[in-house]
């Protein structure tokens, strides 16, 4: 059967698994929850704040999980640091240990920062000796809040968001990246790639804390605020609307280019992607959500009906991004360099990279997002309600 | 200065990490990582001197002469020996003992030949290639009138893989 579809020996398989899928999934998750909580933080976005420290929980218990898929991926993980100790200009790859390490330093400051009252006030008050030598050893000995110390926080926050925005669209653009660079595969070499995964990072990421936020403020573990909702709608559809505009762009140019990848990206449309890239991630997971979105932009007084449609949107936003990222990484292999010749993908359960494995890794964000709430609140800093009188200015 | 204690700490750790990581990674890269490229310098020695696998078919040719000419005559004549029956011995010096279990060896499916032969439309259009296997053998084999015709036909059937070429006329 595989010698009558024209496939090369060397290209009769899927190497890229499940696990390719859901690394970009992860990573987009945490640069989309970042820049959440960064539009309040750094553009002082105030309708966020009730999620600006959640959102950055999410993006942190999303980061520890991020290198885990590529591991279980690796035939040798134990070599998986080399990359970072002997870098290569021409190793893409080398990049993500840098930018990985740097963003996860930049995000676990300003989680600190962020909780700084909290921590101080456990290293004082927690009940066991223990817990207090741990939180004071997390608080580095220092014991003080004054308003002095939440003002200098403030400008580090601001300062880290800043940094920190450039870096989770580094982090993202740069998984992009890795596909946009590969020339020898057409539905992957294109420039646009980094655009494409940052703005569908960015919508995965907004989608995930709509749903969070409904969910977890329904219960009271989050401070409900239907501004707060509206605000995390706009953007998420703004967002929608510039990725929309750029995988639309990147299909419209192999179509209009009609060159030698076109012929193939067309065959694979109509064929292996018609199911999963047509009719459910356009059709399904953009159509559902962008319209939806578009829709609620105009209600104003029904929040009953607002938050429905928020959740429905937002989940289908999700499972389009998801199918996004299985379109591409599985798609772009389910081709052969002859051109003519296609292969199929069929993850099996009990794989080491297969279905099992990738529920595992996708829910094991969610028991870590658990842990981190047990340890510190999810709701937001109250001292800022009561705003020092002295700071401002007569 | 003093609302900045935690934060010069924090950043003292930071340092401290960076340092710590670098002195690291300067201590694990081998000494001859560089050494010609970005890659282990001293790999190359240890290749050389590692015991070949192939062996290339002048190898073969010390015992199965009048078939290495065969082969060599033939249009198969650039394809090494060990890649239809894998390496003559892989570092056993007792070639005798391991010939049954490398005799056996040969791949004689037609997956074996399709591995080449199998049309493709980036191949030469002069180069021999089948792209309907069944068609292939109703017509030609049945030229050859031999009685091998059928789903389990192989190739090796008619052709003599280190001679593949048939003579229609003068078999016919």
């Given at each position: ?175 992009g990246?890795?596909f946009g ?5 057409p539905w992957w070499s294109t420039p646009l790639m980094p655009q494409v995964f940052?703005l569908s ?42 990725y929309m505009i750029s995988e639309g762009l990147e299909i419209l140019f192999f179509f209009y280019e009609?060159?030698?990848a076109w012929?193939?990206i067309?065959?694979?449309l ?7 890239f ?46 996004m990222?299985?379109n591409i990484?599985?798609?772009g ?62 | ?172």
């Amino acid at each position: 059967m595989i010698y009558s579809e024209y496939l090369f020996p060397n290209d009769m398989h899927i190497y890229w698994s499940l696990m390719i899928v859901t690394y970009p999934f992860i990573t987009g998750l945490i640069a989309g929850a970042f820049i959440a909580s960064a539009l309040f933080h750094v553009f002082g976005l105030e309708e966020l704040k009730p999620i600006s420290r959640f959102a950055l929980m999410v993006s942190l218990a999303f980061m520890v999980c991020a290198t885990l898929p590529l591991l279980f991926h690796l035939g040798h993980p134990e070599r998986a640091l080399n990359v970072v100790i002997t870098p290569h200009w021409h190793s893409a790859m080398a990049g993500f240990g840098f930018i990985y390490s740097f963003y996860l330093v930049v995000l676990t400051l300003e989680i600190w920062l962020s909780y700084w009252e909290e921590i101080v006030a456990y290293s004082k008050t927690s009940a066991s000796g223990v817990k207090r030598l741990f939180w004071k050893t997390v608080a580095l000995g220092v014991d003080e809040t004054s308003g002095e110390i939440r003002q200098a926080n403030r400008r580090a926050i601001y300062i880290l968001g800043l940094i920190g925005i450039p870096s989770a669209c580094t982090l993202h653009g740069y998984v992009g990246f890795i596909f946009g660079s590969l020339k020898s595969n057409p539905w992957w070499s294109t420039p646009l790639m980094p655009q494409v995964f940052l703005l569908s990072a960015i919508v995965s990421g907004l989608a995930l804390l709509i749903v969070m936020y409904i969910a977890l403020s329904s219960k009271g573990y989050l401070t409900w605020s239907f501004e707060c909702l509206r605000t995390l709608c706009f953007y998420l559809w703004l967002s929608m609307l510039f990725y929309m505009i750029s995988e639309g762009l990147e299909i419209l140019f192999f179509f209009y280019e009609s060159s030698d990848a076109w012929f193939v990206i067309s065959t694979l449309l109509s064929t292996k992607l018609w199911v999963s890239f047509v009719l459910i991630q356009v059709g399904i997971g953009i159509v559902v959500p962008f319209t939806l979105l578009s829709i609620m932009i105009f209600v104003r007084n029904n929040q009953g009906a607002y938050t429905t449609m928020a959740v429905i949107a937002a989940a289908t936003a999700l499972f389009e991004v998801w199918m996004m990222r299985w379109n591409i990484v599985i798609g772009g292999q389910q081709f052969s360099k002859s051109y003519v010749g296609f292969r199929s993908y069929h993850p099996e359960w009990l794989d080491q990279e297969g279905i099992l494995t990738t529920m595992g890794l996708t829910l094991l964000p969610f028991l870590l997002l658990y842990l981190l709430t047990r340890i510190l609140p999810m709701k937001e800093a109250v001292e800022d309600e009561e705003p020092p009188a002295e700071v401002e200015p007569g | 200065m003093k609302a900045l204690r935690h934060l010069k700490r924090a950043l003292w750790i930071i340092a401290f990490l960076f340092v710590a990581g670098n002195m690291i990674r300067f201590s694990v890269v081998p000494e001859s990582f560089g050494q010609y490229g970005d890659f282990r310098g001293a790999h190359l020695a240890e290749e050389r001197a590692r015991d070949p696998i192939h062996r290339g078919s002048d190898i073969c040719g010390e015992c199965h002469d009048e078939r290495l000419e065969e082969k060599n005559n033939g249009a198969h004549g650039p394809i090494p020996c060990e890649n239809c029956h894998f390496q003559p011995y892989a570092g056993d010096e007792n070639h005798p003992e391991a010939h049954p279990e490398v005799s056996q060896s040969p791949d004689r499916s037609q997956r074996a030949c399709l591995t080449c032969h199998q049309f493709f439309p980036s191949r030469p259009s002069a180069f021999p290639q089948l792209a309907n296997f069944p068609e292939h053998i109703a017509t030609n084999a049945l030229k050859l009138n031999k009685d091998h015709v059928g789903a389990h036909t192989l190739c090796v059937h008619c052709h003599n893989p280190h001679d593949p070429k048939i003579d229609l006329k003068q078999n016919g």
